[in-house]
């Protein structure tokens, strides 16, 4: 059964730095594109950024320049480093993929920006 499981979100002041994690299981994610998505209360679920089959990368203008996406596909995990972190960060984490034309997410985890 594929799955997406997140990990690494916490409480970071701001300025501080966190790496999360979006670790796969049930398929191979070396070919499928791997997208980060937030969500903070009352508001919508937004694009943060993804990465390809082939590593290509995309960033939501506000993000650019402070966060990078990356993959390890021998650990089947796409991590998302967040460096420069700004209060208007902090929402929760999810990433996404789709498969064989189904879209999967995972369960998310806390991002807090705060001092």
């Known amino acids: 059964q594929l799955q997406l499981v997140e990990s690494g979100g916490g409480l970071v002041q701001p300025g501080g730095s966190l790496r999360l994690s979006c670790a796969a299981s049930?398929?191979?994610?070396?070919?499928?594109?791997i997208g980060w998505f937030r969500q903070a209360p009352g508001k919508e679920r937004e694009g943060v950024s993804c990465?390809?089959?082939?590593?290509?990368?995309y960033y939501a203008d506000s993000v650019k320049g402070r966060f990078t996406i990356s993959r390890d596909n021998a650990k089947n995990t796409v991590y998302l480093q967040m460096n420069s972190l700004k209060p208007e960060d902090a929402a929760v984490y999810y990433c996404?993929?789709?498969?064989?034309?189904?879209?999967?997410w995972g369960r998310g985890t806390q991002v807090t920006v705060s001092s």
């Open positions: 996404q993929t789709t498969y064989k034309s189904r879209n999967y």
């Open positions: 049930g398929f191979t994610l070396d070919y499928y594109a």
């Open positions: 990465i390809s089959s082939i590593n290509s990368t």
